[in-house]
Structures are given as C-alpha cells and as structure tokens.
Nanobody, 124 residues
Framework: QVQLVESGGGLVQAGDSLRLSCAASGRTFSIYAMGWFRQAPGKEREFVAAITGSGTGTYYADSVKGRFTISRDNAKNTVYLQMNSLKPEDTAVYYC?????????????????WGQGAQVTVSS
C-alpha cells in the first residue's frame, strides 16, 4: 500500500553534512505527516524528526535540534533530512516512516510504514 525508499547515507567525518531522501509512493502523500527515526548499535529505535503534511510544522528530538532539518517536496513525493555538524553519536541506521495519521507523532509504534533504512557512519 505504501512504499518508502531511503537514499543518501554514507561515511563522513565529524563536522560534515549529509542529506537523506525518502521517496514515497502508494497513497496520497501531501496530506500525511512523515517522520525520521534512527537506531544505533545496541540502542532502541528513537525519534529524530517529523513534519506535517503541508510542510509548515516540524518537530525535532533535542539531540538533533539546531543541526538537522526535515523538509518535504510534495510535488516529488519526497521527504528530506538535512544533517549538519554530524557527530560520531549520530552514527545509526536512519529510517523514514509514515504513520496512519495526518498529524505529527513521535513514537515508533504510531508508524505503520517504514523504509529499509540508510546507514550513516560518522568518524571521529
């Protein structure tokens, strides 16, 4: 019903930037909120950022606020996560996710559709 495909991960040095993309298909895109989560080795999956369907409302985890920016281009059915000033503790698999909701939610259990994940590795 809904398919999400991430791209843009890679290996970078601390202080560098990356932009992740998430291409969505299978439903009306613009009316749904979207989110980004990440999971580091030995850690639980955690919320990173979310955006409303219109793109006018955003919400960030404290750990990334001021460094990461979530955005969307509804004409392209794509959500982005711009990651600046990357730190080694940002190393994780990053997942794009879609809830069965038209508003921002922050818990993994509220999301039904998930991408396959994009590895981001930040070296010291």
């Amino acid at each position: 019903q809904v398919q999400l495909v991430e791209s843009g991960g890679g290996l970078v040095q601390a202080g560098d930037s990356l932009r992740l993309s998430c291409a969505a298909s299978g439903r009306t895109f613009s009316i749904y909120a979207m989110g980004w989560f990440r999971q580091a080795p030995g850690k639980e999956r955690e919320f990173v950022a979310a955006i409303t369907g219109s793109g006018t409302g955003t919400y960030y985890a404290d750990s990334v606020k001021g460094r990461f920016t979530i955005s969307r281009d509804n004409a392209k059915n794509t959500v982005y996560l711009q990651m600046n000033s990357l730190k080694p503790e940002d190393t994780a698999v990053y997942y794009c996710a879609a809830p069965n909701a038209k508003y921002i939610v922050t818990t993994p259990g509220a999301y039904k559709y998930w991408g396959q994940g994009a590895q981001v590795t930040v070296s010291s």
